[in-house]
């Protein structure tokens, strides 16, 4: 069945709720003094997938001024979504064709919250419930979307600038670069990676040990679409539900006798809380000594997902006390550096037991960077660009090798 879309990312610095889910990015912080930036600005899509497929683009989200869900045509006007139903309804068809092989093509984005996907071959299927837009949920069998190639973008264009990334917190699949023409005529990208980094990325899932090969999906016809993030492996069952309590218990045993100090704002060193377990519960003092939060030992769910027991409110508080450690879990930084968050990738993923998908991940990116779990960007390690007074923004289809 559809999931509901729900939040997964939250960009660092970066406060403005959004309705719809993944890593959907919104400002928090303003930027210097700017012309204003327009209602709309080009996004210009090319095609150097080396496929011959038909592609299909869609800009879906929520319009900022009036907090509506719905799409952008290709010109960037924004059409609000009918009411939908329970079970849920087919959205309307809200696809742009995209560009042919070698090709490009322009579109305007408005002021969103929204996520650019794009598919290979065949349309997607969307629709619609009495709560809004549901999203493809690929980890379930029977989703009318499970034997499409397709993936995502996710952005913010909104008064302070435009913040766009490429994800991989749901899954690793087509591959793809975004970017940011700034105002000065400088460009940013992320997203890219190494030669022979798609396939290096499965394979080196096929080689890790421990139920990570599992994670990949095919089609009938042998096609590879995608490999699922750790969290949706542990919900279906490809990955053991234990596949990371050495390391957490590890971690618990550790902090019976240890500090734990976090500093989770980086212009704010002044800010630290003390965590120790004590009757199995981690609990997390103030400068004055006052409990300010705690923490039941969590699960691989907790860890891979950032949520439920490592649950992120957002707050000034629990809320980033909680991304320092979901980050310090997945990157396996937690036994090696009682202080955290740990921002130096050189000690990342360094245990047996780790987030493998996201080592990996990281691993086969130009840049280093990647969202490869919710809270990647805890010290800036995530694939994100962002430019206060944009001119233009681009999304390439890169080749599968």
Known sequence: MLRTLRRRVTAVALGLATALGGGWLAAGVPSPAHAAVPATIPLTITNNSGRAEQ????????????????WADASGAFHPWPAGGNPPTPAPDASIPGPAPGRSTTIQIPKFSGRIYFSYGRKMEFRLTTGGLVQPAVQNPTDPNRDILFNWSEYTLNDSGLWINSTQVDMFSAPYTVGVRR?????????????????????????????????????????????????????????????????????????????????PFADRPDVRYTGRVSGGVLRFTDGSGAVVTTFQKPDASSVFGCHRLLDAPNDQVRGPISRTLCAGFNRTTLLANPHQPDRSAAGFYQEPVTNHYARIIHAHMADGKAYGFAFDDVGHHESLVHDGDPRGASLTLDPFD
């Open 55 to 70: 592609i299909h683009i869609y800009n879906l989200g929520t319009e900022l001024s009036s907090g509506r869900q719905g």
């Open 183 to 263: 105002g000065d005529g400088t460009t940013l990208s992320t997203g890219k990676l190494r030669p022979g980094g798609y396939n290096g990325v499965f394979n080196a899932l096929r080689g890790q040990s421990g139920g990570w090969a599992n994670l990949i999906q095919t089609r009938s016809d042998g096609t590879v679409l995608r490999a699922l993030s750790p969290l949706y492996g542990v919900e279906t069952g490809a990955l053991p539900a234990s596949v990371m309590d050495d390391y957490i218990n590890r971690v618990w045993n550790k902090y019976t006798g240890t500090d734990l100090i976090v500093t």
